[in-house]
T-cell receptor, first 115, second 119 residues
Framework: AQSVSQHNHHVILSEAASLELGCNYS??????LFWYVQYPGQHLQLLLK??????LVKGIKGFEAEFIKSKFSFNLRKPSVQWSDTAEYFC?????????????FGTGTRLQVTL | GAVVSQHPSRVICKSGTSVKIECRSL??????MFWYRQFPKQSLMLMAT?????????EQGVEKDKFLINHASLTLSTLTVTSAHPEDSSFYIC???????????????FGEGSRLTVL
């Protein structure tokens, strides 16, 4: 079964600092990878996704993530965070194919950006 | 597009009663919907896969008689927590795929979530 690990549980950064959140997964086959964000009081939203092709994917709000197959990793990055980036970030993996394939989530990383 | 709506967003009930949570895909048809449970400061745990017109598929450890799922139409799935107890208090989130525009990529769209508190 697939699993997802997020190593950072709570990250505190000052505005303009650079961000990198780790995500590792375990699954030997083809995977689709996602980062979702949950802002305070809001529902989960897709930040970015990787299906195939260029392993460096760009998402909304200046976020990007790099898929490194050899390391089973999909780390999220942002060069300069803003206060509005304060949220919970979830890495997710979808393995298998078809409409019934499941999305497995990591435990989440709470990002707190201070002014 | 691809909006998923849940109702109610918050519900408080007495122990022993049943609570129904609705999940609707507003602008697309979803043959499959997923129900997750989120514990405080923890990840989303998949409870079951709701299949339109057939029985739901439950994850290991999830009581199907406790958490009744009905997927009566292509835009509506319901989760009923039967004989609720305080330990059932949690945040329940539904999600769905828009296969029409996203194919079988696995991308999900999420409802706002429903916070259940059982007294």
């Amino acid at each position: 079964a697939q699993s997802v690990s997020q190593h950072n549980h709570h990250v505190i950064l000052s505005e303009a600092a650079s961000l990198e959140l780790g995500c590792n997964y375990s699954y030997g086959g083809t995977v689709n990878l996602f980062w979702y964000v949950q802002y305070p009081g809001q529902h989960l939203q897709l930040l970015l996704k990787y299906f195939s092709g260029d392993p460096l994917v760009k998402g909304i709000k200046g976020f990007e993530a790099e898929f490194i197959k050899s390391k089973f990793s999909f780390n999220l990055r942002k060069p300069s965070v803003q206060w509005s980036d304060t949220a919970e970030y979830f890495c997710a993996v979808n393995a298998g194919t078809g409409t019934a394939s499941k999305l497995t989530f990591g435990t989440g990383t709470r990002l707190q950006v201070t002014l | 597009g691809a909006v998923v709506s849940q109702h109610p967003s918050r519900v408080i009930c007495k122990s022993g009663t049943s609570v129904k949570i609705e999940c609707r895909s507003l602008d697309f048809q979803a043959t499959t919907m997923f129900w997750y449970r989120q514990f405080p400061k923890q990840s989303l745990m998949l409870m079951a896969t709701s299949n339109e017109g057939s029985k739901a598929t439950y994850e290991q450890g999830v009581e199907k008689d406790k958490f009744l799922i009905n997927h009566a139409s292509l835009t509506l799935s319901t989760l009923t927590v039967t004989s609720a107890h305080p330990e059932d208090s949690s945040f329940y989130i539904c999600s769905a795929r828009d296969v029409r525009t996203r194919g079988n990529t696995g991308e999900l769209f999420f409802g706002e979530g429903s916070r259940l508190t059982v007294l």
